[in-house]
C-alpha cells in the first residue's frame, strides 16, 4: 500500500477513534452529533471503498510470479482488512440508524457495546494496514 492510501487509512482511524468516543460518551444521543457522526461514518465507508478498489488494481497489477513476494502478500492483507473494516463499518452504520428508535436505556446500552466493539475491532484490522 503506497503511503496517500496509508495516510488516508489513517485519517480514517482517527475519525472511528472520535466516533468511538462519542458511542462511549452517549453524545450520539445529541441529535447533532448523531448527524455528524453518522456522516463521518458513511464518508469513512466510502473512502475505504476507494482505497480497496486502488489497492485491488494495484494488486491485479503485480506480475503473478510476485504476488506471493512481500509486497504480494502485503497488499493481498491490505485488501483483506479493509474488507472486513467494509463488513463491520456497514454494521455500525445500521446501528446508528436504528438509534434514534432506540428507547430502552438497557437496549441502548446493548448497541453502544455493539457498536464500540466494531469500531475497536476495525481500528485495530486497519492499524495492521499502516505497519
Known sequence: ????????IN??????????VDV?????????MWDIDLKSLTKSIETI???L?????????????????ARGDDS???????????????????LLL???NTSLKRKRTSVRKQMIEL????????QEILY
Open 1 to 8: 500500500m503506497n503511503k496517500i492510501r496509508k495516510r488516508f
Open 24 to 32: 462511549e460518551e452517549d453524545y450520539i444521543s445529541k441529535d447533532y
Open 98 to 100: 436504528q438509534w434514534p
Open 119 to 126: 469500531i475497536e475491532s476495525t481500528t485495530e484490522g486497519l
Open 11 to 20: 485519517e480514517i482511524n482517527e475519525t472511528l477513534l472520535t466516533l468511538k
Open 53 to 69: 478498489l486502488e489497492e485491488q488494481d494495484a494488486y491485479d497489477n503485480i506480475p503473478v510470479s510476485l504476488r506471493t513476494s
Open 76 to 94: 493481498a492483507h491490505a485488501i483483506m482488512c479493509m474488507s472486513d473494516a467494509i463488513k463491520e463499518l456497514q454494521k455500525v452504520n445500521e
Open 49 to 51: 471503498k476507494e482505497i
